[in-house]
């Protein structure tokens, strides 16, 4: 072996660590979204007056509408996890997610203005933004973000 193809190697074995630790990074980003999901869409669903009392100041009128958005939020949370176990053969899915929020800061920012009180939905929308920026970092520093084939294993 010559020196040149020695020393690729030994950059490649001290590269692997970090790309563990980028992946690492990114399913933790990807649970904690996805947990954000799961836990909103659940206190919608089961405590909805409570909800709507506490952030909006008014009673709820329609509950099947009110309700059915939690368990869509629950069953989104849901779709966040799949990726966590394997994604480096997953990644597209984290793409989804990263679309999902940007799809959600453009409609509640939008959209803030046909409630009462706006505040609470401005702040989800800046939620929003916040977890998708950190999914976008977190996805290119992995080097996965839209890539389009299987990364290579390193």
């Known amino acids: 072996m010559n020196q040149d193809h020695i020393g690729t190697l030994a950059a490649v074995e001290e ?3 970090d790309v563990d630790k980028r ?11 996805g947990l ?16 709507y009392k506490f952030f909006f100041g008014v009673e709820v009128d329609n509950l099947f509408l009110i309700k059915q958005a939690g368990l869509f ?19 597209r899915i984290v793409d989804l997610i990263i679309v999902t929020k940007v ?6 920012v939008t959209n803030a203005w046909l409630v ?5 939905i401005l ?15 977190c996805s290119l520093t992995a080097g996965l973000f839209l890539k389009k084939e ?4 390193v």
């Open 36 to 51: 954000h999901s799961l836990t909103l869409g659940s206190f919608i669903f089961f405590f909805t007056d409570a909800f």
């Open 73 to 91: 939020l629950f069953c989104l949370g849901l779709f966040y996890m799949v990726p966590i176990r394997d994604l480096v053969n997953k990644h």
């Open 123 to 137: 702040l989800a929308a800046l939620g929003d933004g916040i977890m998708g920026t950190m999914l976008i970092f």
């Open 150 to 153: 299987r990364p290579s294993q």
């Open 23 to 33: 992946i690492k990074r990114l399913g933790v980003c990807v649970f904690l979204v």
């Open 103 to 108: 799809l959600a800061v453009l409609f509640l």
């Open 15 to 17: 590269s692997a660590p």
């Open 116 to 120: 009462a009180k706006p505040g609470p």
